[in-house]
């Protein structure tokens, strides 16, 4: 503990003999230290590993500045030191690239450096390709450099063939389509001329007619004011309708309702009796006895009618003598047999 109190000691003693000016400057030199070293972190740049440094040389560098990763297989291995531009023995300009890369990446005679593009964004970058070397190069050495096509490159070359197509597709729709307008245009000419004749025979019918147009009109006219008197004389008509109306709303529709309600009710308990076997209907209807009495009954007088077809004179008498005179009782006799014959008659009739 004695130690530590008396460093503590010196620096308090250290800090207070130093002016503010010296702690401003030591302040200073320290914050640029640290936003020096900060921004060459933030662009790649490692200072605590050792890097080699590497020169290609491009035709274009097509938009490659200074911090643009070096990759390998996807892997950032270095990034993009300097670019300067140098002048070829025939007077034209190249750009020479320096590249710091991780020593622990074998560069060598067959590693190829291709400038192409990161995304879709336009940033570029160096990809190291490694081939099999026969020579590894340990830094300072000019490395082969090749540019591959970006993807606004690639699609433009993709592109280029649909465009052509496009393009011959378009000149011969606009040959078709002039020759269609043209072929439009003349046929809304002569539109055009059918219907101005027509406007001209239109306004000469209606030159022609403007006499009968105008009586038209004065009838049409006339036949509204007779309508709009025909409507007010239905008004009365109208209310006397209502009226009617409201009486027959004040009918006794109900008593009438009400008694029909009672007869249907008694007329229902009739047709039950006449069901049940009851009264004398019930039983014509119902007991077969009485329809087997009356089914004999006519057969029976079927037969004495066919009998006293064939056989008249067994039923009927007649005297001889014209001058006889029949007693009151013989009389009434034969009236009553007529009568009978008569009602068999009739009888027979019906079940025929």
């Known amino acids: 503990m004695i130690p530590f109190a ?75 030191e300097a670019i300067e531009p140098i002048m070829t023995e025939t007077g034209i300009y190249h750009m020479k690239v320096t590249l710091s890369v991780d020593e622990s990446i074998d560069v060598g005679d067959a590693t190829v450096a291709i400038l192409n593009s990161a995304s879709l964004l336009g940033g570029m970058e160096i990809a190291l390709e490694m081939g099999k070397n026969t020579e590894v190069y340990q830094g300072g050495e000019t490395i082969s450099g090749s540019t591959a096509l970006g993807v606004a490159e690639k699609l433009q070359a993709k592109a280029m063939p649909v465009v052509e197509r496009v393009d011959t597709v378009l000149a011969t729709i606009n040959d078709t389509t002039r020759e269609n307008i043209r072929g439009i245009l003349s046929n809304v000419e002569l539109m055009t001329a059918e219907l101005a004749k027509a406007s001209n025979r239109v306004d000469l019918i209606l030159a022609q007619n403007q006499k009968k147009i105008d009586l038209m009109t004065q009838n049409l006219n006339v036949l509204i004011v007779k309508l709009n008197g025909t409507v007010e004389k239905m008004d009365p008509l109208l209310e006397e309708y ?77 005297d001889v003598s014209v001058f006889e005179k029949k007693s009151p009782k013989e009389k009434y006799q034969e009236k009553l047999e007529k009568e009978e014959v008569k009602r068999l008659k009739k009888e027979a009739k019906k079940d025929k």
């Open 242 to 318: 209502t009226a009617f109306g409201d009486t027959l709303n004040h009918m006794q529709l109900t008593q009438t309702v009400a008694e029909a309600k009672v007869a249907v009710t008694n007329l229902n308990s009739v047709l039950e009796g006449i069901e049940k076997g009851e009264g004398t209907a019930g039983k014509l209807m119902k007991d077969e006895a009485v329809y087997q009495n009356l089914e004999d009954a006519t057969i029976k007088l079927n037969d004495l009618l066919a009998d006293m077809k064939a056989n008249p004179e067994r039923y009927v008498n007649v």
């Open 6 to 80: 008396n460093f503590e000691a010196r620096i308090h003693q250290f800090l207070s003999v130093l002016t503010k000016e010296f702690k401003v400057a030591l302040l200073a030199i320290i914050s640029g230290t640290i936003l020096y070293v900060g921004f060459n972190f933030l662009k790649g740049r490692d200072f605590m590993s050792s890097k080699d440094t590497f020169y290609v040389v491009y035709d274009n560098v097509s938009g490659l500045v200074e911090g643009n990763p070096v990759t390998t297989s996807g892997l950032s291995v270095g990034r993009v």
